[in-house]
C-alpha cells in the first residue's frame, strides 16, 4: 500500500519562499508521476503541477513563475518550492501520485499540510 | 485557465439518483476523454471515484458512474446513500497539458 506524507513548516511569511516535501513509503518514485495540488481553506482543489521520475515537470500557468518541483529518488521523496508567497498561497498542500503512470488523475493522496501565510 | 463549471450545491434522497455536472470547452473536457471525478469528505482528502470519463478504479462502488457530451461531463449516482454526502470535484486534462479542477459540488443527502 502506497503511502504519502507531507512534512515542511506550518506558517511561512509573506514574500518568503513556501517548501514542502512528499515522502513516499510503500511504493518507488521512480515508475510514476507525482503531484502538488492544493486548496484554499473553504474552496476548490488547484493543480500546482507534477514531476516524472527523471525530473519533467509541468506547471500550472498561473504559478509557473514562483514553482519548482523536484524529485529525490535516493530518498523517495519529492518537493515544492512556491517563492514570494502572499495570503492567497494560504491552503492545505497535498501531494499525490497519477493513477496508471499518468499525471491526469490521482490515486494516492497524502493527508494534507495547512500552511499560513502571515507575518 | 479557469476552473470547470460545476453547479454549487445537489441534494436527493436517500435511493435517488444525482447528477452532477461539470463543464469546460474544447480545450479541456470536450477535447480529451480525460476527465476525473473526486470525492472529499470534510477533512480528508479526495479520493478518486471516476477516471478517464467513465471508468472505475477497482474498489468503487458500481453506483458511481461518469459520461461526457461534448464539453459538459456528468457524474451520476444512483441509489443515494447517507455516506455519499460530500464535495465532489471534477478535474481535466487541457491541451496545454495541464490539469483543471471544477469549483467543487456540495451533494446534501436529504
Known amino acids: 500500500q502506497v503511502q504519502l506524507q507531507e512534512s515542511g513548516p506550518g506558517v511561512v511569511k509573506p514574500s518568503e519562499t513556501l517548501s514542502l516535501t512528499c515522502s513516499v513509503s510503500g511504493g518507488s518514485i521512480r515508475t510514476d508521476y507525482w503531484s502538488w495540488i492544493r486548496q484554499p481553506p473553504g474552496k476548490g482543489l488547484e493543480w500546482v503541477g507534477h514531476i516524472d521520475y527523471i525530473g519533467s515537470t509541468n506547471y500550472n500557468p498561473s504559478l509557473r513563475s514562483r514553482v519548482t518541483i523536484s524529485v529525490d529518488t535516493s530518498k523517495n521523496e519529492f518537493s515544492l518550492k512556491l517563492t514570494s508567497v502572499t495570503a492567497a498561497d494560504t491552503a492545505v498542500y497535498y501531494c499525490a501520485r497519477g493513477y496508471r503512470r499518468t499525471w491526469i488523475a490521482y490515486d494516492y493522496w497524502g493527508q494534507g499540510t495547512l500552511v499560513t501565510v502571515s507575518s | 485557465q479557469s476552473a470547470l463549471t460545476q453547479p454549487a450545491s445537489v441534494s436527493g434522497s436517500p435511493g435517488q439518483s444525482i447528477t452532477i455536472s461539470c463543464t469546460g470547452t474544447s480545450s479541456d473536457v470536450g477535447g480529451n476523454n480525460y476527465v476525473s471525478w473526486y470525492q472529499q469528505h470534510p477533512g480528508k482528502a479526495p479520493k478518486l471515484m471516476i477516471y478517464d470519463v467513465s471508468n472505475r478504479p477497482s474498489g468503487v462502488s458500481n453506483h458511481f458512474s461518469g459520461s461526457k457530451s461534448g464539453n459538459t461531463a456528468s457524474l451520476t449516482i444512483s441509489g443515494l446513500q447517507a455516506e455519499d454526502e460530500a464535495d465532489y470535484y471534477c478535474?481535466?486534462?487541457?491541451?496545454?497539458?495541464?490539469?483543471?479542477f471544477g469549483g467543487g459540488t456540495k451533494l446534501t443527502v436529504l
Open positions: 478535474s481535466s486534462s487541457t491541451s496545454g497539458s495541464t490539469l483543471l
